[in-house]
């Protein structure tokens, strides 16, 4: 409604049936029209371009890397990126559309391909997962197989400790992780079929589970009763974890669905959002579950849209999915190449 401080550009009647009746005072036309020519232009500058019901859009400029992961601090709102090819963590501030990306790691810090990054439930450190891989710039054979975890305190912003994979001389690539309750990691291994841990206080990655069946395991989640994990493998689906007996038990697709393919999952109420890049359609996807922890459905939460070309990992936060939208390795096919920066673009989504 309008207030008393626009009495100078309308004036309000009631008509014989009761409704109010405003008309435009004796300057107030050519007063509403550069208004209107305002709000416009200031409506179209903020807007997402093409941004479909239900879904928003933001982007991060000048960028040439492959950005992996995306973490949102739940106190401060800041934003951290994860780059495989430049080997670094970003940071944007919450300055809005004009917010800086600034790196927030150093080049000292002697970092691989970076891949995920959480917080941990204090939020004071941010954990990322760092793999050697030939889309990273620098890379040499002498890096095959390492991987590690870093852990930088955010008060100081500095890198407090790395934690590398054994050298066995096999092939390995830390690509998601988790945190449980008590401050233990669990990361997936997309090169080796193996679930490693760096237990709450411990000073070294342990063997949790080793498993022939896994392929090539991608995205992980932990129920919310902390009694199982849900785990993405590429090439055969889901499959579900118990903690105490470490049982895997590869979860049935239901009829029509398909469950290979994805990348990044995450837990919600009633079910999980999986990241689907597998495809030719790239979609971001909603697994209700039964009691027992059985797919009983799946349906598409987001598909088709312009920018949905190279889905990477992403966080949920108050009920939508905040994902990168077009990670940029389809640019390093060749990973000697060198693509001009480019403006990636970060979709989020309802989880419900």
């Keep these: 409604m309008l207030g008393t401080e626009y009495n100078w550009l309308v004036t309000v009647d009631r008509q014989g049936n009761g409704l109010p009746r405003a008309s435009l005072g004796s300057s107030g036309l050519i007063t509403l029209a550069v208004a209107v020519f305002c709000f416009l232009c200031v409506s179209l500058r903020a807007a997402p371009a093409s941004s479909p019901p239900g879904e928003a859009a933001w982007g991060l400029a000048d960028m040439d890397g492959i950005i992996e992961g995306i973490a949102l601090h739940p106190v401060t709102s800041e934003a951290f990126f994860s ?3 430049n080997r670094c963590i970003w940071t944007r501030g919450t300055s809005g559309g004009h917010a ?25 450190t941010l954990w990322a997962s760092s793999s050697a891989l030939p889309e990273m710039n620098g890379y040499t054979t002498a890096d095959q197989g390492r991987a590690f975890l870093a852990a930088y305190d955010l008060p100081t912003r500095q890198l407090r400790r790395i934690y590398e994979l054994p050298a066995d ?19 997936t291994d997309s090169l ?18 080793e498993f022939a069946d896994f392929k090539s395991l991608q995205g992980i989640a932990l129920s919310a009763d902390q009694r199982c994990f849900f785990v993405t493998d590429y090439a055969r689906g889901i499959w579900r974890i118990d903690l105490a007996t470490r049982a895997a038990v590869l979860l049935a697709a239901p009829a029509g669905a398909e469950l290979r393919g994805l990348d990044g999952l995450y837990v ?11 495809t030719k359609t790239h979609r971001i996807l909603r697994i209700d579950l039964d009691e027992g922890g059985a797919p009983v459905r799946v349906r598409e ?18 009920g ?8 940029g390795w389809l640019l390093y096919a060749n990973p000697a190449a ?6 990636v673009t970060i979709l989020n989504t309802p989880t419900g």
């Design 268 to 278: 919600v109420p009633g079910g999980l959002v999986a990241v689907q890049n597998g």
């Design 320 to 327: 939508r999915l905040h994902f990168i939208a077009d990670s």
């Design 83 to 85: 780059d495989v090819h």
């Design 192 to 209: 080796a079929p193996i679930i490693w841990r760096l237990a709450a206080g411990a000073d070294r990655l342990e063997k949790w589970l």
């Design 100 to 124: 800086v990306m600034k790196k927030f790691s150093a080049d000292s810090d002697g970092l691989l391909g970076v891949f995920a990054l959480k917080f941990d439930h204090e939020g004071r």
């Design 169 to 187: 001389g096999r092939k390995h690539l830390l690509g998601d992780f988790i945190l449980d309750r008590a401050g233990s990691i669990f990361a």
């Design 301 to 318: 939460l987001l598909s088709g849209h312009p920018a949905m070309t190279d889905l990477s990992l992403g966080q949920v936060v108050q």
């Design 338 to 343: 060198t693509p001009a920066p480019r403006r």
